[in-house]
């Protein structure tokens, strides 16, 4: 290390020669890397598993290791490619069909993957719904792109409001590790898998057919679904290749849920399209148990996010001593600020650097990232991915030169980009107010070496472990509460979280502030939003600061959780 710097590593790497492919690149070239480009014939899910087994030779190759406590399991490229098939055939005979939204609320398991992988290859849309979603969050995303059906477990179906959502016809419950019955009104998968023919199911799409909708939370209003089309794949490839580095041996593991952007679009679909084999581990975090899974499959590129790290180092040595990490060639990192101790700690401790990379669900791949040919300098997220121009705008969509802070701002017109706000063509306006660019709602500088830096959201969105909570959300589940008259939420500085949910109440006359009240009102969200969007901390307020047209003032809400008041 030199200084602020991490001197790069020597190649040879997939990029060699970042400046000068930069300069040159066009995504267009990247189209002859797919089968489409000879046969005109297009599905994500052929690039990223069908072809491995029919083109590649890979048929007998392991495509995905499970572990879960008891439940370990392995699959190879041609069970998946069978068993997606035979997915893909139940929905069509349940009259699924291309265009269709089917939710996918599962924890993570082996038949989340098939059943993934059997949605898109009949041209229907995914819609991913995190685990810890609750009643409202199920109905405000189901019921807007209204679902035709879902695929879930049987712990997690009695959360589905289905009186609220006529839409939705078929609830394909699969019976995995957690037990339960099936009802006599659902679908049971395992049986419908059984069932079904394993025949090729594959329904050839264009470019641009819909393949996602993936709901993000926003700062003021309900969560907006983003969606992804097919032509997504050639962004991932690419990154797959130039950040990610993959090569034909490596062991990937990618530990975001696929509930989220990251544990689709890296947790399975680009490594998948590399033939490599991934990691997926069930159940809650443990430092421990993370470190063994890196060791027992000889993971060899991992992508993860701050907050793991900082889990793992508060372990200390004892923990990292325990385990053989050698194999690890590098680690990725997204979703929150990849803090210098961080990085520093990676240098001593596993002597290899960790790669920030940033983007977010709209962008559908990573845009800013560092690269194994670059130096990194500490504590930026490093340079826009080739075939990306970025910068940073003021509040009236005008360049700024260096040094300055502002928006961070993406030339429009990248392959993953979202096409589109599913039901809003207003909302996805807004991320276009200033042509050329689309405004990512983070806040950043750019150095004279054209490094950015990433300062925070500038709209009053909350990342708390990396997890997305849009404000407005909670305020609206806390105002439903008889306890309270008007509610403000806001991110608060957290070292281990990055942020915390930290709630402003105003109360009802008659209520008083005791610690009863706090845990009730934290429950209360948790039980009817997500958990992980429930507040950890309360403070009774006279009054909420508002704009002029009434709504909550995000701007004097920030600051107050950063102690301004
Ligand atoms: C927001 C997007 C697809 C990425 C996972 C989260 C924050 C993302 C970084 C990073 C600091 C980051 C931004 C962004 N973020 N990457 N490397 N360093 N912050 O996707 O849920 O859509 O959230 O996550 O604030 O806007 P998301």
Redesign the pocket.
């Known amino acids: 290390m030199d200084g602020n710097l991490i001197q790069a590593l020597p190649g040879p790497h997939n990029l060699d020669n970042y400046e000068k492919v930069y300069k040159n690149f066009d995504f267009a070239s990247v189209e002859k890397e797919f089968s489409w480009f000879e046969t005109g014939r297009i599905n994500i899910a052929y690039e990223a598993l069908d072809r491995n087994v029919t083109e590649k030779g890979l048929a007998d190759k392991t495509a995905l290791y499970y572990t879960n406590g008891p439940r370990v399991e392995e699959y190879t490229f041609g069970q998946l490619k069978k068993l997606s098939d035979k997915f893909a055939n139940v929905l069509k005979k349940f009259g699924v069909k291309k265009g269709d939204r089917v939710g996918m609320f599962l924890p993570r398991s082996p038949e989340l993957y098939i059943s993934f992988l059997g949605i898109l290859k009949i041209g229907a849309i995914v819609v991913p719904l995190f685990e810890a979603f609750m009643e409202e969050a199920l109905k405000d995303r189901l019921g807007d792109c209204e679902a035709v059906a879902v695929v879930t477990s049987p712990d997690l179906k009695s959360r589905l409001p289905l009186q609220h959502l006529p839409a939705l016809k078929h609830v394909f419950v699969v019976d995995n590790e957690r037990g339960g019955n099936v009802s006599a009104t659902e679908i049971d998968w395992h049986q419908e898998m059984q069932a079904a023919p394993d025949t090729e199911a594959m329904v050839w799409v264009d470019r641009e057919t819909p393949m996602l909708v993936m709901y ?1 939370s926003g700062a003021d209003g309900k969560a907006k679904g983003v969606i992804h089309v097919h032509n997504g794949m050639v962004g991932h490839y690419i990154t797959g290749k130039w950040v990610h580095d993959l090569q034909p041996d490596d062991v990937y593991w990618c530990t975001a849920d696929p509930g ?3 544990g689709i679009v890296y947790g399975f679909l680009t490594p998948w399209m590399f033939g490599l084999p991934i990691v997926i581990k069930g159940g809650r975090f443990k430092a421990e148990d993370w470190c063994e899974t890196l060791e027992k499959y000889g993971v060899t590129v991992w992508y993860s996010a701050p907050t793991a790290f900082r889990m793992i180092i508060s372990g200390g040595d004892e923990l990292l001593e325990k385990y053989d990490l050698s194999k690890l060639r590098h680690i990725l ?6 803090t210098p101790e961080v990085m520093e700690w990676s240098m001593a401790k596993l002597g290899i650097p960790i790669y ?7 962008t559908g791949m990573n845009m800013i990232c560092n690269y194994r040919c670059l130096p990194i300098k500490l504590g930026s ?1 490093g340079k826009p991915f080739p075939g990306i121009t970025a910068a940073i705008v003021d509040d009236d969509g005008n360049e700024l030169p260096p040094n300055k802070i502002g928006n961070l701002a993406l030339k429009a017109g990248w392959p993953s980009m979202l096409r589109g706000i599913w039901g809003s063509e207003e909302k996805y306006k807004e991320y276009f107010k200033f042509q050329p660019w689309f405004i ?3 806040s950043a500088y750019r150095d004279e070496d054209g490094y950015f830096f ?1 300062q925070g ?1 500038v709209d009053g969105v909350i ?1 708390t472990a ?3 909570v849009g404000p407005w959300e909670v305020e609206n589940k806390l105002r439903e509460h008889p306890a309270v008259k008007d509610a403000g939420v806001a991110g608060k500085p957290d070292a281990l979280r990055g942020e915390i949910v930290k709630a402003y109440i105003v109360l009802n006359e008659g209520y008083e502030w005791n610690p009863d009240l706090s845990e009730e009102l934290r429950n209360y969200v948790k039980k009817g939003l997500a958990a992980h969007a429930a507040p950890r901390e309360f403070e009774v307020v006279p009054g909420i600061p508002k704009t002029k047209e009434g709504a909550n003032d995000r701007k004097a809400l920030k600051g107050w959780a950063l102690g301004l008041k």
């Open positions: 993000a989220w952007i990251t990192s997204v979703g929150e600020p990849l920030d990379t940033w983007w977010m669900s709209e997220i990512s709602g983070d990433f959201r990342n990396g997890e997305r």
